[in-house]
């Protein structure tokens, strides 16, 4: 059963960086078949595409973040992560890591979510 | 704003049929990308609903079944049942972005 768990600071001061990682199991990190992504709700409002981490390394993020944006794969830890800079209470959101199908573009397990607040 | 645009809210008795639609442009729902579907329960994370318009994954009820044409898609659900109740969220590939975009969401009102 393929499982994504969220990791990471709940609370992050405004300008500073914001690190999350999404730990996979039940599935190949490795697999060219799959895109690894993040997506974003802020409270109350839609889901936002953030980016994402092909097989290889290869990542694609969504214009309005890409300046602030890094996201990184370690395949020997099953894990990808999100590095996203410069915060203001503007990123306040819960932070979804997924599975995205690269044949089709959807996405088939998500985490369950964490919230991360940018507060002084 | 979202590139994708869906009614805010929708609203129908047990055992009826709704529908939620899904309206992009010529570079995404348009361009022949599939529209996906997924379900979100209050205080829960998105679930996969729908995939390649009409697809649904193993153990959705077969009362949800999407469509596309042109450059809009539907998410039917008949049958309304209490559990329903949720926002809905549609998503598509778009090529001027280079990425994924989504639907505003479609909150559906149980009566």
């Known amino acids: 059963q393929v499982q994504l768990q969220e990791s990471g600071p709940g609370l992050v001061k405004p300008s500073q960086t914001l690190s999350l990682t999404c730990t996979v199991s039940g599935a190949s990190i490795s697999s060219g078949a799959y895109y690894w992504s993040w997506i974003r709700q802020h409270p109350g409002k839609g889901l936002e595409w953030i980016g994402y981490?092909?097989?290889?390394?290869?990542?694609y993020y969504n214009p309005s973040l890409k300046s602030r944006v890094i996201i990184s794969v370690d395949t020997s830890k099953s894990q990808f992560s999100l590095k996203l800079s410069a915060l203001t209470a503007a990123d306040t959101a819960v932070y979804y890591c997924a599975r995205g199908d690269s044949g089709n573009y959807h996405l088939d397990y998500w985490g369950q979510g964490t919230l991360v607040t940018v507060s002084s | 704003q979202s590139v994708l645009t869906q009614p805010p809210s929708v609203s129908g008795a047990p055992g009826q049929r709704v529908t939620i639609s899904c309206t992009g442009s010529?570079?995404?729902?348009?361009?022949?990308?599939?529209v996906h579907w997924y379900q979100q329960l209050p205080e829960t994370a998105p679930k996969l609903l729908i995939h390649g318009n009409s697809n649904r994954p193993s153990g959705v009820p077969d009362r949800f079944s999407g469509s596309k044409s042109g450059t809009s898609a539907s998410l039917a659900i008949t049958g309304l049942q209490a559990e329903d109740e949720a926002d809905y969220y549609c998503?598509?590939?778009?090529?001027?972005?280079?990425?994924?975009?989504f639907g505003g969401g479609t909150k559906l009102t149980v009566l």
């Open positions: 010529s570079s995404n729902i348009g361009a022949g990308y599939g």
């Open positions: 998503q598509s590939y778009d090529t001027s972005l280079s990425g994924w975009v």
């Open positions: 981490i092909y097989y290889g390394g290869s990542t």
